[in-house]
């Protein structure tokens, strides 16, 4: 999710979120077998369409939220949902504001989150279902069991494509040290590195939902993802053809907005990040960030100085122990602690 609209409803999605007081005092408004229309936010602009009801600017808490939706009318939370600031108000939004709802608690809902921009949640009591709505979205509220089972089925989803990314990662860093790198080795690594991240994403909307219920999703995701954003940075960094009008967090934008047809279309891959227009056989040579970033002990900055001075990982792989010395920052002991990684990876 990337446009205000889509921030919005995430944000909307987390004050509802299992664990929360606002989910909390929902679910005793579904269990008592009554539905509810909620505000969240008391603006001018809100105030502008409330008729009737009356005042509280009470603390919220989830049993007043449930007492409160007794009544037909809408509740109008503050901002962030500390305090309850009416209660069985006529909202009239306005009529000329399009909408696909049809019952009249959700056409109200649908019309006031267009026309005000504000998170508003409707609580149906016929069919025991949550909506929220924000600006021209609307998003129904799933239970947690539904969504641990789509979590768990993603996680083992990404589990798979995570195995399958380490793979081909380790065979592009094999070729590099042999400098026998081609178009084809680096587009695969960023179509794998790519795709887990799309997979982890969904797994991060489903966590929204889950609130604190999510603790165990979230520790598996965290696992599963360890580096991978990092390694594809390093990647599009080792590979691109960097000028000063081209960074590389367009580059990476460039690649998230790619559809799935695109991503797996090498000539517009390549072109979106900038990879040299060469024909999917010819010869690349990486810089090294990458590989030279998981040596151990080597610090970011070493990394920098070492490609500044040399150019590409082939002639730092060809580097003697004298010639890493003459990097700025790097002694005889870093020197040879690089060489002595680099005859280790090469061995493996």
């Known amino acids: 999710m990337g446009t205000r609209s889509d921030r919005s409803m995430l944000r909307a999605l987390a004050e509802v979120a299992p664990g929360s007081p606002l989910r909390d005092g929902i679910d005793r408004v579904l269990q008592s077998g009554r539905g ?37 009318g809408a509740i109008i939370l503050a901002e962030d949902a500390s305090r309850i600031a009416r209660a069985n108000v006529h909202l009239v939004p306005n009529p000329n504001v399009p909408t696909s709802e049809t019952g009249t608690r959700h056409r109200t809902a649908e019309r006031v989150a267009r026309s005000l921009n504000v998170p508003v949640i409707a609580v149906s009591e016929s069919r025991k279902e949550i ?18 089972e789509r979590s768990n089925q993603a996680l083992q989803t990404l589990e798979r494509y995570r195995i399958r990314l380490d793979s081909v990662t380790k065979e592009l860093s094999t070729l590099e040290l042999e400098d026998l790198v081609s ?34 999703v979230r520790l598996q995701l965290d696992e599963l993802m360890a580096g991978v954003a990092d390694d594809r940075a390093l990647l599009i960094r080792d590979y691109y053809h960097a000028d000063t009008t081209f960074q590389i967090e367009e580059a990476m934008s460039g690649l998230a907005s790619l559809d799935d047809e695109a991503l797996f279309d090498t000539t517009i891959l390549a072109k979106t990040v900038r990879l040299p227009a060469t024909e999917d056989g010819s010869h690349l040579s990486s810089r090294g960030y990458r590989l030279l970033t998981h040596l151990p002990r080597v610090s970011e900055s070493a990394v920098n100085n070492v490609v500044d001075h040399f150019g590409n990982l082939n002639a730092v792989v060809s580097a003697s122990t004298s010639d890493l010395t003459e990097v700025e920052g790097i002694g005889v002991r870093k020197a040879k602690n690089i060489q002595d990684c680099i005859r280790r990876l090469i061995e493996d």
Request: hydrophobic letters at 40%.
């Open 36 to 72: 509810g229309l909620i505000i969240v936010g008391d603006g001018p602009d809100v105030l502008n369409i409330c008729s009737g009801g009356f005042l509280l600017d009470a603390a919220y808490t989830p049993q007043r939220l449930s007492e409160l939706a007794k009544m037909d």
């Open 131 to 148: 909506q929220v709505y924000t600006g021209d979205s609307r998003h129904s509220i799933e239970s947690v069991s539904r969504l641990l």
């Open 183 to 216: 178009l084809h080795h680096v587009i695969e690594v960023l179509q794998r590195s790519e795709m887990v991240v799309r997979i982890a994403t969904e797994i991060e909307h489903n966590l929204v939902g889950l609130g604190t219920d999510g603790r165990l």
